[in-house]
């Protein structure tokens, strides 16, 4: 290619080449109408504009962009509140297919599912009616404690309960009341567990598409 043929390319190739050029590396123009309705333009951003919408215009007077004005502390708080909701529910999204999966996984069927209930809550009636039966055994005790302090007593109506007596009630009353805080700790637990299996029986009959069956779950009776 002769020099002139390469010049008279250079001409064509270096003018389109310019008109490709982005007008976005060129220095913006920064833009607002203030408070009177005057607009101001500037090479850089207003501070008198800090608080309204600015407009960034390339050099041709085109807009490139709006450039919003900072939340107010009000703003922020409503936005800080939706954040923690969106973050709450991708959480409890995740803890859902956490829980799904894990449903999955472990029950083939409501069958299957009922029968870990069952097994579960054998153990806990188990623990009741033993606390139970303690507490018969010791209120024969306490009968007999009352009794002896009453003839005691009896014997010796001007003389003070000697302390020994005494002692054995309030020990019997006492152990009374911890087998029946005991009981009503394992009825909550039992009350617990069966709330869990049925949100979890629905849940599985959910995931798994099919229609709860027919036999009814069984609860044994509260010890």
């Known amino acids: 290619m002769t020099a002139v043929c390469l010049a008279a390319a250079l001409t064509l190739i270096v003018p389109a080449l310019r008109a490709q050029v982005p007008s976005v590396l060129a220095p913006p123009i920064y833009s607002c109408t203030d408070a009177d309705g005057r607009v101001i333009s500037s090479d850089r951003p207003i501070p008198t504009c800090s608080r309204q919408p600015m407009r960034e215009l390339n050099p041709d007077g085109s807009l490139r962009r709006i ?12 936005q800080a509140v939706l954040e923690k909701e969106r973050q709450e529910e991708a959480l409890a999204r995740k803890v859902q297919q956490s829980r799904d999966r894990n449903l999955l996984l472990t029950f083939e069927d409501e069958r299957s599912l009922e029968s870990m209930r069952r ?16 507490i018969l055994s010791i209120d024969r005790e306490l009968k007999i404690a009352q009794d002896s302090a009453s003839a005691w007593q009896s014997a010796n109506p001007q ?16 152990a009374i009341l911890v087998e029946d805080a005991l009981i009503t700790e394992r009825q909550v637990e039992r009350d617990r567990i069966n709330t869990r299996f049925d949100a979890d029986a629905k849940r599985l009959r ?9 036999e009814v779950p069984i609860r044994s009776p509260r010890g």
């Open 67 to 78: 450039i919003p004005p900072p939340p107010t502390r009000e703003q922020q708080r409503q």
């Open 206 to 214: 959910e995931l798994l598409g099919r229609p709860a069956h027919s």
């Open 119 to 134: 097994r579960g809550l054998a153990d806990i009636d188990h623990e009741i009616r033993l606390a139970t039966q303690r």
């Open 159 to 174: 003389k003070k309960l000697p302390f020994h007596y005494q002692q054995r009630i309030t020990d019997s009353a006492n």
